[in-house]
Structures are given as C-alpha cells and as structure tokens.
C-alpha cells in the first residue's frame, strides 16, 4: 500500500533527514516509526502526506507517485489519509463537534452525512458527552481522542501519527493505543512515530527504528530497543 | 462546486469577518483611508479637468463676415453651420459694436463712414476646443468669410495644460490603485496569518485549494465594499464642504468634479470591491505555497 524506494530527503538548509530508507507497509498493517529526536520520523510520514516531497528516491501510495503528484491532487491523496499531531491542531474557538464538522465540510461533504459520521466517531473514540466541549476546556487525551476523531471522520484508509502520546501519562497515552489498536483492527492502515518505549514494547507490533535517517532495524513483533534482554525483561514485566 | 458549497462559502466568509473583529475593523479602515485618498485625487483630478475645459469653452471662434444686411450673410451662416462640430452661433449686435468702435476711433464717424461698412461678427462655439484650428480653416475657405479669429496661442496652451493635467492625474491615479491593492492585500496577509492554523487544517484534511481561497475572496470583496462605502460617506461630506469653501473664492466660481453621488457610491464600491478581491486572492496565492 505504501512503498519507500531508496528515499532521500535533504531539507533546504542541507540537513539529510532521511538516507537511502526502503520500507513497504502492507493494507491493513499497524507499524511503529521509532527512533531518537532527529532521527526523521517526522519525515517520513511527511513524506506520505506530501507536506515533503523526497530529494531521490520515489514514495509510492498505492502504486501512485506521491511526489509527482500535481499541486491539484495533493487534497484527494490527503482525504485518504488521517493524520493526528502531537500538538492536537485543533481550532481552539470550535468545540469538538464543530471541529470534526469542519473536516468534513471543507472536502465538501453533505450535511446530513456529518451529521450521522460525527456521531459514529464520537463514538468509536468514547467523547459522545465532550462533544460540545471546547479545547481549552478538555485534557490532553480528550483532545487527543478529538484529534484522532477528526482523522477518522473521512473514512481514511491509513491514520498517520505524529507522537500522538507524546504529552500524555502513561495510563492515558495506553488508552490512545488502545484506541489506535481497535481503529487498526477495524482495517484502517496505521503508522505511529514514536518515541515512547512503553508502549512500543507493550504492544508488540512491527517497529522500523531510524537512526540519524537510516533504517537501522525493521522488525515484526519488535520492541523499542533491539535487544533479545530487553524483549526478555519487558515480557516479564 | 455545487451550490450548497457556494451558500457555505458565503456563510464562511462573514463568520470570518464576524469572528476575527478586529483585523476585519482594521482592514475595512485600511480600505477606507486609500480608497479615500485615492478618491479625493481622482475627484481632483476630474475637476481640475473640467475646470480648464470651461475656460477653454470660453474662447469661440469669431467669425467677421461682410454684407450690408442679416439677409446678406445668411448663406454663408447656412455653410458655417453645416460643419461638423459646431455647436451654437451668435451674431453680435452691430449697432452695439458700432458704438464701440466710434469711441475708439472718433474720425470715421466726422468722415460719413456708414454702418454698414462694418463687418457682421458672428461667434462660434464648437463641441471640441481640440478642433477649433481644424474648423476655424475651414470657416476661412468660405466664401464671403473676411476675417476668422480663433485665438490660437491661448487655445493651445490651455489644451497643453490640459494634456499635462490628464496625464498626471492618470498616473497619479494608477500609482494610487496600486498602492491601494498593496495596502489591502497586506491587511489581507493579516487576517490569514491570524487564521493559519485553519487553513493548515483545511489543506491536511484535504480541502481543495478552490476551497480554502473561495470564502477568504468573498470575504476581501466584502471588506472592500464596506471601506468603500465608508469611504464615499467620507468623500461626499468633504466634496460638499470643499466646494462650499471654493465658491466663497469668487474668481474660481463653482468648481465640481461632475461626478454625480451615486456613480461616486457605484465606482468606489466596484474598485473596492476588485481591489479585495484581487488583494485577497494574491495573498492567499502566496499564502498557500508556502
Ligand atoms: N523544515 C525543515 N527544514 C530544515 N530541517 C528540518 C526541517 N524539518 C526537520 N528538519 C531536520 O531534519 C531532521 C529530522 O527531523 P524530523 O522532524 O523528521 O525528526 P523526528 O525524528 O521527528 O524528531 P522528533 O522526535 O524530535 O520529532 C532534524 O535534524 C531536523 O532538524
Ligand atoms: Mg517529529
């Protein structure tokens, strides 16, 4: 579904973000991006959602070229994606219904469809009560469970996260990936950057660690560190 | 775009203007104070124009035609007013003209010079001073035609003042236009970096480019029709009391730039209205590609 072919990314300033990285995420897969700050998680999942485009190397979504994709196309490459940011961009004046009402109605959706599929999601991520809450007026995994409902409202087929526990207690952030885990078992496709070893080595899923913008380990069923006493000790722990 | 997007993008546009108070009160001030200036010099402008024309208005072109009685030259009347741009004749009084000229020169009347002797001055008024030269050679070829004044010298250097004035006033005009559109789509980059992150917001989820921009145009177009009325509010209250103050002056007269209140209300509006259009659209241009 998703396809990295020797993708480089040098930014403008001469940093190399990413270096040679080849990954392919399948339909339907959950996988962590790990790594420390500045390892390029971030741009990796930029490069999905074409906010940067690759300086070699191709990003295929679907077969499809991310990167020759015309200015026109990015909006429907993006409408089959979900995104969650660490830092939530949700619009502090809208409450949480007028939030999702807002994702919705700016790819032009009908009324009476927001209406049914707000109440669908709000559901799903458990904010049925806080819907007519504002920002300001929830905790961080409220609006993080609201961030993740605005990502899921347009039906996306991969959910894309940038640290989406990155400000929560660990109780709470083990809530978000819970929450996470059952979207991806309803067949949405999704790709978490991280770097909160809890949970990667509670969840048990595939990891693709970067290092200084190399793939330095790509493995099923992984834990945050590549260590077989670490996957050890967190098992018994 | 169905129209449903369309109704959307219009309630999009004023809870824009709703929400974001201030920048709207600041862009539609902005928008009023150039329009305004811009206003006033064109209105200038315009009345300076219509003042040169009425004085070159006044200069006609004097016509000295010989002939004992009116029936006499009423031929050479018929040619003159056949030509293209005349407008209006008047044939001077003679016995008026007679007595003036018996003061200046006492010695033809002690001599037993008649009348008669004198010729019949007509004045011609033409449509355009442009052409008085032009129709005043022609009057010449007429026969029964003695002597064609037209004040040439003064003619033309009223016509170069006025070439001068048109011009600077279209200059003045265009770099103000200019100016303007840059002041709004400054005040424009404002409310949208107020309003960055909705717009982020807009383009990750997927909003076309059409999408984002639409509501934001609608909205200059507003901004700058409401700073266009406020201007011409400004602008009708000020024209009154210039044209007030200018008739106190005697020798200027009543000076007006011939625009009538509502084409004043109508050209502000629709300039106002292009330039936040335009501005908006510029902006937002930038904006997004970047
Ligand atoms: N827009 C940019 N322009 C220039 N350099 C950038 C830009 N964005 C990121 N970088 C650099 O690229 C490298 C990788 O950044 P990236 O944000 O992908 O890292 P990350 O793994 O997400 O880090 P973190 O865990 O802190 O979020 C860093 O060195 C960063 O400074
Ligand atoms: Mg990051």
């Known amino acids: ?102 994702a919705m109605r700016v790819i032009g959706r009908h009324p009476r469809d927001i209406r049914r599929r707000i109440s669908e999601v709000l559901n799903l991520v458990g904010l049925t009560k806080r819907c007519d809450a504002f920002p300001h007026q929830m905790s ?38 819970q929450l996470l885990e059952q979207i991806n078992t309803h067949g949405t496709t999704v790709l978490v950057a991280t770097h909160d070893s809890q949970i990667v080595d509670r969840m048990r899923k595939r990891v693709i660690q970067l290092e200084a913008g190399y793939v330095v380990r790509d493995q099923e069923k992984g834990a945050y560190q590549h260590s077989t006493l670490t996957e050890d000790l967190c098992c018994g722990a | 775009m169905g129209l449903r997007n369309v109704e959307y993008m219009i309630q999009e546009a004023f809870t824009g203007i709703r929400r974001n108070g201030i920048m709207a009160f600041a862009s539609v001030t902005t928008i009023a104070l150039s329009l305004g200036v811009l206003g006033t010099f064109a209105l ?29 030259i009423e031929p050479v009347l018929k040619q003159i007013r056949s030509i293209s ?23 033809f009347e002690s001599a037993g010079v008649p009348l008669d002797v004198l010729p019949f001055a007509v004045d011609v008024k033409v449509s355009d001073p442009g052409r008085i030269a032009q129709i005043a050679s022609k009057i010449r070829l007429i026969k029964g035609v003695d002597r064609v004044n037209e004040s040439k010298e003064l003619v033309d250097r009223i016509l170069a003042v006025l070439r001068v004035v048109k011009v600077l006033s279209i200059a003045g005009v265009l770099v103000l236009l200019g100016t303007t559109a840059l002041i709004i789509s400054n005040a424009i980059r404002l409310t949208l970096y107020a309003r960055r992150l909705e717009i982020k917001i807009m383009q990750l989820v997927g909003a076309t480019n059409q999408f984002i921009r639409l509501p934001l145009v609608i909205e200059g177009v507003v901004l700058g029709a409401v700073g266009a009325v406020l201007a011409w509010f400004f602008l009708t209250l000020g024209g009154r009391y210039v044209a007030l103050m200018a008739e106190k002056i005697v020798f200027l007269g009543r000076i007006s730039s011939g625009v009538g209140r509502a084409e004043l209300a109508c050209g502000l509006i629709f300039v106002g209205a292009m330039i936040g259009a335009a501005g908006s659209f510029v902006s937002i241009r930038r904006f997004l590609h970047d």
């Open chain 1, 1 to 102: 579904m998703i396809r990295f072919d020797n993708v480089s990314v040098e930014y403008p300033n001469g940093v190399r973000a990413l270096n040679d990285v080849s990954i392919h995420i399948a339909k339907g897969e959950f996988a962590f991006v790990v790594g420390p700050t500045g390892s390029g998680k971030s741009t990796l999942l930029k490069l999905i959602y074409r906010e940067v485009t690759p300086t070699r190397g191709r990003v295929l979504f679907d077969g499809e070229d991310i990167g020759a994709l015309k200015a026109n196309q990015v909006p429907y490459l993006r409408r089959k994606l979900g995104i969650v940011f660490q830092d939530f961009k949700l619009l502090p004046q809208k409450n949480v219904w007028e939030n999702l009402a807002f």
């Open chain 2, 44 to 72: 200038l402008a315009l009345a300076a124009n219509r003042f040169v024309l009425s004085r070159v208005n006044q200069f006609e072109i004097a016509v000295f035609i010989e002939g004992k009685t009116l029936a006499d």
């Open chain 1, 140 to 177: 961080g995994g409220e609006q993080q469970r609201a961030a993740i409902a605005r990502a899921l409202v347009n039906h996306p087929t991969v959910l894309l996260a940038d640290e989406p526990t990155g400000n929560l207690d660990p109780d709470t952030s083990w809530e978000i990936m």
């Open chain 2, 85 to 107: 741009g005349v407008v209006e004749m008047n044939v001077r009084d003679r016995k008026k003209e007679w007595e003036a000229f018996k003061r200046d020169r006492p010695d």
